[in-house]
């Protein structure tokens, strides 16, 4: 089938080179123009594990095209995938512009029946506003629906091609089959809903399991205070099938491109329906606090902050990805330089994308140890695997006095880094 994705960033790139792997022929669309011809000479704009292959693979067979032009390309398609950024405004709610820009953009071009699908991450109601965007300039047949992603940043390409599950919303039967052939070679589960549902399903996802996370961060501060692990508890707790282990990671909190943005969008959507989602307060209240208790934690253990030598191992805001939206590293590092700590860091894939939202003050390195060489404190504010791995007896004789150790996402092991002679400091591990 012939196919359009508006939007080349993570959710637009993966969406388009994966669904030409499953054998559609797949135009991305861009109207960043440096962007496109870079794509068009194989370079990638940013760090997905698999993509750059997929890419590459899907140019070479023909079944990828790179455009600048939606009016250009648009005659050809069946269904045109919607992917662009839907950014968190200050009130918290979601900014639809781009969405609506392009809504615009087919309505003034599109020609016969299309089905548009909403990819981005929209609110209840969105489906209804992109229709009337367009009917305001086309008056002819046309569907939309929401098909929202429910990919993971450092395994998207796997997410997609082996979906728990894909989640159609169409209000007629004829988007419906259109998306169900869309996806007939991925053998997973296919729910079909309501469009106002399927946009609900998104939202709900990402709140339950930020919901997760801030539970567990919940507790392990309470570990901290009764002498519990709160990796062995989150342990037990996973155990139970009605639980399970994901998102029972204790740490500094979530970040990211979408749960900070869509648990914020889910709360404005239940205010202006004018009902008080108390849970969902909470759990950004905890987020926000998680990230403070390492500022916390560096003013108890050092002297002071102001002058202070404080390295930062990661920058993304998680691994095997260079995101630094929402980053709890970013925002642990403006906190320290606003007041007055010298910082130095180190992140495998994300220094670049950390420079361009960095003001000074700021030491990058290419090596961990000369980032980690001379200073007082040591924070692992990502679980990059080789942060892991790293020699911390050698870490520690590059530490100079007190030299602490936060462990912001609780990598290490207690006992060994205390016996090297660390303040070491976890999340909920009981004791410092």
Request: hydrophobic share 40%; charged share 30%.
């Amino acid at each position: 089938m012939n196919i359009i994705v508006v939007g080349t960033g993570y959710v637009g790139l993966v969406a388009g080179a994966c669904l030409a792997k499953i054998g559609h022929q797949v135009t991305c669309v861009d109207i960043d123009k440096k962007k496109i011809a870079r794509l068009k000479q194989g370079q990638i704009p940013i760090y997905e594990p698999g993509l750059s292959d997929v890419v590459k693979e899907e140019v070479a067979a023909g079944k990828l095209l790179f455009s600048t032009s939606l009016k250009d390309v648009l005659a050809k398609a069946k269904a045109i995938f919607i992917a662009v950024g839907t950014p968190m405004r200050r009130d918290g709610k979601a900014d639809l512009q781009q969405v609506e820009t392009v809504a615009k953009e087919i309505g003034k071009n599109i020609k016969d029946y299309k089905v548009i699908v909403n990819k981005s991450t929209v609110p209840v109601g969105t489906g209804q506003e992109v229709t009337e965007i367009i009917a305001q300039d086309y008056q002819g047949d046309f569907d939309v629906v929401s098909n929202p992603e429910f990919l993971r940043e450092g395994c998207a390409v796997k997410d997609f091609l082996e979906p728990d599950r894909i989640v159609i919303g169409a209000n007629s039967n004829r988007a419906r089959d259109l998306m169900l052939e869309i996806y007939e070679p991925l053998d997973f589960k296919k729910i079909t809903v309501s469009v106002e549902s399927a946009e609900m399903i998104k939202y709900a996802s990402n709140a339950f399991l930020a919901t997760k996370i801030s539970f567990i961060n919940e507790i392990a501060n309470i570990c901290d205070i009764v002498g519990a692990d709160v990796e062995d508890v989150a342990r037990g707790m996973g155990l139970d099938n009605r639980i399970g282990p994901k998102f029972l990671k204790a740490g500094i909190g979530y970040g990211g491109s979408c749960f900070p943005k869509d648990v914020n969008a889910l709360n404005q959507i239940a205010g202006t329906s004018g009902y008080d989602f108390k849970l969902l307060k909470a759990v950004i209240e905890v987020n926000i606090k998680q990230r403070l208790l390492v500022i916390d934690k560096l003013e108890e253990l050092l002297d002071k902050i102001k002058d202070e030598p404080i390295c930062i191992l990661g920058l993304a805001f998680k691994a095997n990805t260079d995101d630094v939206r929402e980053s709890a590293a970013v925002d642990i590092i403006r906190t320290l330089t606003g007041l007055g700590a010298s910082i130095s860091t180190y992140d495998p894939e994300a220094a670049e994308q950390a420079k361009n939202i960095m003001n000074g003050g700021v030491k990058f390195f290419d090596d961990p140890y000369e980032a980690i060489k001379g200073a007082k404190a040591l924070v692992i504010a990502t679980e990059w695997p080789e942060f892991e791995k790293l020699d911390y007896k050698k870490i520690f004789g590059l530490l100079e006095d007190p030299k602490v150790l936060i462990d912001g996402r609780n990598l290490l092991d207690p006992d060994e880094m205390r016996k090297l002679g660390f303040k070491y400091v976890g999340v909920g591990r009981g004791k410092l």
